[in-house]
């Protein structure tokens, strides 16, 4: 018996899947059915090739109540620019929660991953960060600054963002940018310590591996979302910064203690009793993380796979109603 998978490459997929207030709410989906303790999720699939500065790391999660479950395969190659090749690419496949067929292959080359990261940002901002939010500061200048500070105004429609980069014109240009998009008022400043004080949600988006936030940077009515540090050696945020917040929120513990800003709290001894809540206890409204206007709250991402299948059955749901993408018969 035929059986029909749909091919959508990363053109395709732009024209369908959009930085929207239905992609964040999928996404939001993921994290509260993550509460629920039902999702299948195991730990991410990660190899290093040394030899071609390399790397390889595979996610996945099934979850009640979605048709399908997706399996992320992300490449980094980070030598690939030398031969006018994009360091990122990668897919997701998509497959049946019933039958186990394959329903889709994603040639997105990253995209729908981006899309999902900037999202499960929003969720933070909308379940975290003060009900006003005038300012929004991004530390970071690359795709995941511009789409973070996006989604995020998405949930608090604030009238200024600050950019603070190592590099100054990045950081202008990554302003500029943000201005056009978004039409709100966009510059780079130049000291990050200043920017954290001026803003009421901040957004980290670097590869850093020592922080780029401090905690002594903290002031009441804060929320942070960390998003860049999802490997073992990364760290943006000072990890006194974590002990010092009225709530630090995972995404998942689990991956937060090997891969993000807890990791380093624990290796340094600051962190210690508890494990932290997760951001789909959160969402559910199982915790509360901000009790008042002027608490500092901080949300740590590692990116999930429940993340990447919910962005994936909605991927392939628009494509659907939109009649976008080659079928084959398998």
Known sequence: MAHDIRILTEAELRQVVKLDLAAIDVVERAFAALAGGKVIMPPI????????????DVKTAYIPG???????VSPGFFDNPKLGLPSLNGLMVLFSAKTGLVEALFL???YLTDIRTAAAGAVAARHMAPEMVTTAGVIGTGVQARLQIEAAHLVRPFTKVLVWGRDT???EACAADIAARLGVDARAETDPARLV???????????????????????????????????GEKNEIDSQALTA????????????????ELRSAL?????????????????????????????????????TGAQDTAIATHAFSLSIKAGKGTAISS
């Not at 979605?66 to 992320?72: C, E, L, N, Q």
């Not at 850093?208 to 490997?231: C, E, F, K, N």
């Not at 917040?245 to 993000?260: F, H, M, N, T, W």
């Open 267 to 303: 290796a340094t001894g600051l962190w210690q009793g508890e494990p932290p809540a997760e951001l789909g206890q959160v969402v559910t409204g199982a915790i509360t993380s901000r009790k008042s206007d002027n608490d500092i709250t901080i949300c740590d991402l590692t990116g």
């Open 108 to 110: 997105d080359n990253g």
């Open 45 to 56: 699939l990660s190899m290093a090739i040394p030899e071609a500065n390399g790397e390889v």
């Open 66 to 72: 979605f048709d399908g479950f997706a399996i992320k």
């Open 245 to 260: 917040a009225d709530a630090y929120i995972c995404d998942r513990v689990s991956q937060c203690e090997a891969l993000g």
């Open 169 to 171: 014109a990045k950081a």
């Open 197 to 231: 004080e001026q803003s009421q949600l901040v957004i980290t988006t670097t590869p850093s591996r020592s922080p780029v936030l401090m905690a002594d940077w903290l002031h009441p009515g804060l929320h942070i979302t960390a998003m860049g540090s999802d490997q």
